[in-house]
């Protein structure tokens, strides 16, 4: 029942404000977002605390069904989730963007969060799928008309980049989940994962990984499929921004935890030092990128492609503590990117581009409170111990040294070494943002100083801030919330 | 349950330290109180201390790996402990003083208790992945103090520098750490070191009964010698990228633009002596590798050479001391690298515990008499000293302690301990402690010639004799409480806190006529000239310089990754995203083909598309048929 509230409560608001209540004035319909996530966060803390669920026949003919519910891989995401549609609706009143009515812009915001929560609570496959499709279009209105409004054109094709990238991504995946339900006869998850994907004979479970995994790592985004990422972040308004770091790219990577690595281990173990190079080359790929990016919001973009990184080589170490790391380094980098998109979302407001080269007073120096936020991000996206990028990253390089039996050791610690060289370059583009944006020279009384963050936004930036720190300081809680779920699936077959 | 409350107190002094930052008095009140409240813990887990206890931590479940978080106290990790706290607390209390006007005291004083707060971590912990925790705070916290100052392009950059070699180093540590870890299924201390330990009992018993080398390893289940070897390679090239050893020493010269109570921070007891601390803890298993001490001892036998001379042709006695510092520190790690796996590495701990005293108040005597004389540079220090008696006594102490002078102060004795270590390790033979012993034996010669000149140009007469006002009472007070236990903190050994052997007269002896040739030297010239001046003029600019060793970071390391960089930049658009882009442009090109072709009005459309279904069917058939 509460399951039910909870994807029906944001799903309908965010359908009502896009379609009836499209015309709503901005103050009306702010409270409105507002209340809705905030209801929805209280009802996903009601989910999590009584374990409700719903499970009825759905398309009683091909065995489908209306099945969601919640475990420890995805009781973290269903909170951030949550934490992140109520902080994105807040924030409306720090930032409102310009391009359409305002109850369009919040009603996309409330359906993409009932899209993530749906995907993350889904135990079904075709569910899944077709709630990881229900976010796509929302996200897209997002990018293509509440973006950047500078510049029209990359607006547009970043936009259609996006929703073309990832709809041929999803594809893919549709491909793979169709193979796999035909093969082994249901779509249940929980089914699939205690053995009935397991049992497919080897050629099959390759095929519907490959399947998968292609389709699931465009969203991630996984080296080479990542170049719709800078874009689409460089052009979404703030909101945008957030929930496409913090909440889509987390499907995809719960999505390869459900699929792939669940029902076909077989298949996946097969795959698994291709996904391996790919995410390692994406560390080190995405920290050099950074090394030498201009558009401040682009660089936030391709570490996220570092972040993310880690998180697939993580996963194809194929070990339980490879598992435990990804989903931990999932949530940690929701957190911290989110974070870095409030601030340098914040930074572009004020400024009008987040180019680097231009030279601005220091943040340190004029609005210290922005800068010591900007800094507490930068230095949990360098890895930071105490805070959130820390134990996830390191937990990932131990299970790339030592992944499952099956694995090529030699491979994979060949990876783990780059990865730690990634590491240190993190440092390097962190610290060359610290440079140019935080430190600097005393401020030329005669420039315009930039303001200090204030308001809702100072709640939202204190709340990420919060969020990252505890999760540094506290890595025992979700380690352990994840931890008997991760065991089921068990260390590979 | 002490060793958290050791660790906490410093943290939650840090974080109430950011929270009141905005009012000096209560950022103030804050971090004193705190800071001598971690004294007062550590000094009484140190007297309560009997044995090893181990507190267990709050554990972690990370599938397979074992990470129990634990943190363990004994008496050598108790003495650490309370001269860590101590200088902290002296440094705290002297910032109140030395950055009274400073508009971000609030934030220097939480992050030098984040700092403490993280070398103590890293001296009580148990588990590894908290020794990396600690480390790698403690980086940070060089990054911030170090740019305090971060008005200055100078302090920014040094700052920049000082983290980002750190860091390159510690890729090394990480792995280290990572593997030895791997190897036992566990982070924890004691499980990580009995996997990797040489069975020698075991081993030798095989022996006796005729097997074979070979068979009696494998029988007894001897760790791979080659991995163990490397991993503890990889540790020490992160221990020498924080201790700035040689190949990465020059970063914690330029890392003088941070305020002087931060350099003696970290110089004195924290970031740059935790890699002797780090290595003594795992050094059952470093003593079973030949390879990882020959490694360890040929980088410090270079560096405290190398540092010494440096340190002697400075023209800024500031960073005079740093060189000495990155000398002394290959100091305290060549006993580690020396050491009879018998005896341990105590001897090194004992020389980190009194250069903790010394360098501490070395350091802060010098920003006193900076600010008095409006300078750090020899040529506008000269006579300083006679600012206050303090620092006249504090220099000749600090001095002497620095030189190791035997008996008198408590760096002499501690470095007797070290060169009898090395002494020790040479006569065994199976390590570098040939190297090491003649790379001492010449760097106290060295060291005394430039500690006679720091003293020599401190307190030289001068007409106008410098003065500073408005020092108050209880920096007086921090710097003689310092001076004391130079004087008297030899007594330590007595507590047997250091598990250390006698010294022979027979050394001192030795110790007094190396240091004798050492200061003669230093005063050819004379008790009133410069003796960088007199023996080492064109050698000057040079060291000053740090042998050029920048432009060969930037030549070797940081243009080629930026141009690395450049190139992937270029290749992820103009390649890696062609295929995308290619796509859109063929579909739009599709799209308006089609368009064309399907208007009306164009008969030849219509020819078109039977054309193109006749070259279609063509093609079909010609895949089928052949």
């Known amino acids: ?493 | 349950m002490t060793p958290w409350l050791l660790v906490g107190l410093p943290v939650a002094a840090a974080v109430l330290g950011v929270a009141l930052r905005r009012n000096d008095l209560l950022a103030r009140a804050v971090a004193v109180g705190l800071g001598a409240a971690t004294l007062l813990v550590a000094v009484l887990a140190w007297a309560l201390a009997d044995g090893s206890a181990v507190s267990a931590g709050p554990g972690l479940r990370a599938g397979e790996l074992a990470v129990p978080l634990d943190l363990v106290l004994d008496p050598t990790r108790g003495a650490l402990a309370a001269v860590v706290a101590l200088v902290a607390l002296a440094v705290q209390v002297y910032s109140t003083w030395y950055l009274e006007t400073d508009d971000r005291y609030g934030q220097f004083a939480a992050t030098v208790s984040l700092f403490t707060g993280a070398m103590l971590l890293v001296v009580v912990s148990a588990d590894l992945l908290l020794t990396v925790v600690g480390w790698e705070v403690m980086g940070w916290c060089s990054y911030l103090l170090i740019g305090h100052w971060s008005r200055r392009a100078a302090a920014r950059r040094a700052a920049l520098k000082a983290f980002l070699v750190t860091r390159v180093a510690d890729i090394g540590f990480v792995l280290g750490i990572i593997g030895l870890a791997a190897g036992a299924g566990s982070t924890s201390l004691s499980a990580v070191l009995a996997p990797w330990r040489r069975p020698t009992a075991c081993i030798d018993a095989a022996l006796a009964d005729g097997a074979l080398a070979g068979e009696a390893l494998t029988a007894c289940g001897a760790p791979d010698g080659a991995l163990r070897a490397t991993l503890l390679v990889l540790v020490v090239v992160g221990i020498l990228g924080k201790s700035a050893q040689v190949p990465f020493q020059d970063w914690l010269a330029d890392a003088m633009e941070g305020p002087t109570p931060a350099s003696a921070l970290i110089h004195a007891a924290t970031m740059v002596a935790a890699g002797t601390v780090v290595l003594a803890a795992l050094f059952p298993v470093f003593a079973d590798s030949p390879a990882a001490r020959w490694f360890l001892g040929v980088a410090v036998a270079v560096t405290m050479l190398l540092a010494a001379l440096l340190a002697f042709a400075q023209t800024d006695l500031k960073r005079m001391l740093a060189w000495s510092t990155v000398s002394q520190v290959a100091v305290m790690l060549s006993a580690v690298a020396a050491a009879p796996p018998a005896d341990g590495a105590d001897a090194g701990l004992l020389h980190l515990w009194s250069h903790a005293l010394f360098k501490s108040l070395l350091f802060l005597a010098i920003g006193w008499a900076a600010l008095a004389a409006g300078g750090t540079a020899a040529m506008a220090l000269r006579g300083s000293a006679a600012a206050a008696p303090v620092l006249r006594t504090g220099f000749l102490v600090g001095f002497l302690s620095l030189a190791g002078v035997p008996l008198v102060v408590v760096g002499g004795l501690s470095k007797e301990h070290v060169l009898v270590t090395a002494w020790d390790g040479a006569v065994q033979a199976d390590g570098p402690g040939v190297l090491v012993l003649v790379a001492l034996v010449l760097t106290a010669a060295v060291t005394a010639a430039y500690s006679t000149r720091g003293y020599l140009v401190l307190t030289a007469h001068v007409r106008q004799q410098p003065t500073a006002t408005g020092v108050p009472a209880v920096v007086h007070g921090v710097l003689w409480v310092l001076v004391l236990l130079t004087v008297f903190g030899s007594l330590v050994v007595l507590t047997g806190s250091f598990a250390v052997h006698q010294v022979s007269a027979l050394w001192m002896l030795l110790s007094v006529l190396v240091i004798g040739v050492g200061v003669a030297v230093a005063l050819r010239g004379g008790f009133d000239r410069d003796p960088a001046q007199v023996l080492a003029r064109r050698f000057v600019p040079v060291a000053d310089a740090g042998l050029g060793v920048d432009l060969l970071y930037r030549r070797v390391v940081a243009t080629p990754v930026l141009r690395l960089a450049r190139l992937v930049a270029f290749v992820d658009t103009e390649v890696v995203d062609a295929y995308v882009r290619g796509s859109a442009v063929a579909t739009r090109a599709a799209g308006w083909a089609g368009a064309r072709l399907h208007r009306a009005e164009r008969p030849s459309a219509a020819v078109g598309l039977v054309l193109t279904g006749v070259v279609l069917l063509g093609a079909l058939g010609v895949l089928a048929w052949s």
């Open chain 1, 1 to 493: 029942m509460v399951m039910s509230l909870l994807l029906a409560l944001p799903g309908a608001v965010g359908l009502w404000l896009v379609t009836g209540g499209r015309g709503l004035p901005v103050r009306p319909a702010r409270w409105v977002a507002a209340a809705t996530a905030a209801a929805t966060l209280v009802l996903a803390v009601v989910v999590v605390a009584l374990g409700s669920s719903v499970d009825r026949p759905w398309l009683p003919e091909l065995g489908m069904r209306w099945s969601f519910g919640l475990d420890g891989i995805s009781v973290p995401l269903v909170l951030l989730t949550a934490t992140i549609g109520l902080l994105v609706a807040a924030h409306a009143w720090a930032e409102m963007p310009t391009g359409g009515s305002p109850a369009t812009f919040l009603g996309c915001l409330l359906l993409v969060e009932a899209g993530a929560l749906a995907t993350f609570a889904a135990r079904d496959a075709v569910l899944f799928f077709v709630a990881f499709e229900v976010v796509l279009v929302p996200m897209w209105l997002l990018v293509g008309r509440y973006g950047d409004d500078h510049d029209p054109r990359a607006r547009a094709d970043a936009a259609h980049r996006f929703v073309l990238y990832t709809a041929v991504g999803s594809t893919t995946m549709l491909l793979g989940i169709l193979l796999l339900l035909a093969r082994a006869g249901t779509s249940d998850l929980r089914a699939l994962a205690d053995g009935a994907g397991g049992a497919l004979g080897g050629g099959t479970q390759l095929a519907v990984a490959a399947l998968l995994v292609l389709g699931l790592a465009v969203k991630v985004p996984v080296f080479p499929f990542h170049t719709w990422l800078p874009p689409a972040h460089t052009t979404a308004p703030t909101a945008g921004s957030v929930l496409l770091a913090a909440v889509l790219l987390k499907m995809g990577t719960y999505g390869l935890v459900r699929l792939p690595v669940a029902t076909v281990p077989d298949g996946f173990t097969r795959l698994a030092p291709v996904l391996a190079v790919a995410g390692t080359v994406g560390i080190v790929w995405g920290a050099l990128v950074c090394l030498v990016e201009r558009d401040l919001k682009r660089l936030i973009a391709y570490s996220s492609v570092a972040h993310m990184g880690f998180v697939v080589l993580a996963l194809a170490s194929g070990s339980e503590t490879g598992l435990q790391a990804a989903l931990y380094a999932n949530v940690a980098h929701g957190a911290v990117s989110a974070l870095l998109f409030v601030v340098v979302g914040g930074l572009k407001q004020r400024w009008g581009s987040v180019d680097l080269t231009v030279p601005r007073p220091a943040l340190r120096e004029t609005s210290p409170r922005l800068g010591f936020v900007l800094l507490l991000g930068l230095a949990a996206s360098l890895g930071l111990p105490g805070l959130a990028g820390f134990w996830g990253e390191f937990l990932a390089v131990y299970a790339a040294w030592d992944p499952a039996p099956e694995r090529s050791r030699a491979l994979f610690v060949a990876c783990a070494v780059a990865a730690a060289v990634g590491a240190a370059l993190a440092a390097a583009y962190a610290l060359r943002v610290a440079g140019i944006v935080w430190a600097g020279d005393r401020p030329d009384p005669e420039v315009a100083t930039t303001p200090d963050t204030s308001g809702v936004e100072r709640v939202v930036l204190g709340v990420l801030a919060v969020a990252v720190v505890g999760l540094g300081v506290a890595p025992m809680v979700l380690l352990g919330t994840t931890a008997d779920a991760v065991a089921r699936i068990g260390g590979g077959p």
